[in-house]
């Protein structure tokens, strides 16, 4: 039996004080866009929306700033919790990782997870590998999964006439009677993403479809 190979997380000061310092400057334009333009609902909402995003840097800053080698072909990974990590992938070999207690190992490549977190890109056109989703036991049902996002082109509309156009998108994953939640959609159109539970299932559409996990 193989050596679980695991790998050292480390604090990486630069990627800390770069969130820390990016946060107080969209905090700091939220609170001067309250002071000139915020004037009804929807300027106000507008006015906000650096600070919310100002909110996330200073979050990230503490929770995101960690970076390790890949235990699978020692590249680089940041964007890392400096305590747990699931579902993490790594850009240069397309390996997902996990960990615990401040260390990164590869995913089992047989791992069915609590959740769906195994991700790739969702082509126009694609298919599904017939099998449960979940187990890869024989599909017996389709499970319907939707996804609905705002259109990015149409912020502008929004903010001046409180008009938006929305998209969904909607997929029928294949399982098995025993199971179900194997799979679900995220992202925006039209970079849509599919997620399963199961890393098998994920390799196999990938290698049916042509896409990249990730």
């Known amino acids: ?17 770069g969130y820390f310092a990016s946060g107080l400057v ?37 929770v995101a700033a960690g ?21 993490v992938h790594c850009e240069k070999c397309r390996a997902y990782l996990e960990g615990k207690n401040g260390e990164l190992q590869k995913t089992d490549e047989s791992r069915v997870a ?16 017939a099998v449960c989703c979940v187990c890869g036991a024989p ?26 156009r929305t998209t969904k998108t909607s997929v029928e994953v294949p399982h098995c009677a025993q199971h179900k ?8 159109a039209p970079n849509t993403r599919i997620r399963f539970r199961s890393y098998p299932y994920l390799r196999a559409f990938c290698q049916q479809n042509g896409t990249t996990p990730g």
Do not use: H, Q
């Open 1 to 17: 039996m193989n050596a679980i190979v695991a790998t050292k997380i480390t604090r990486s000061m630069g990627a800390t004080i």
């Open 181 to 188: 939640g194997g799979a679900m959609l995220a992202g925006t």
């Open 114 to 129: 609590a959740t769906p977190i195994f991700a790739t890109s969702l082509p126009e056109k694609f298919g599904f590998p």
């Open 67 to 87: 970076t390790g080698a890949c235990p699978a072909c020692g590249a680089e990974v940041g964007g890392l919790s400096t305590t747990d990590n699931d579902g």
């Open 26 to 62: 969209a905090i700091a334009l939220c609170v001067w866009l309250c002071k000139v333009m915020a004037r009804g609902t929807i300027s106000t909402g507008i006015a906000l929306m650096p600070g919310l995003v100002g909110l996330v840097l200073v979050g990230l800053a503490f």
């Open 139 to 164: 599909e017996t049902r389709r499970e319907k999964v939707s996804l609905t996002t705002k259109d990015a082109s149409s912020a502008l509309t929004e903010s001046t006439l409180g008009v938006s």
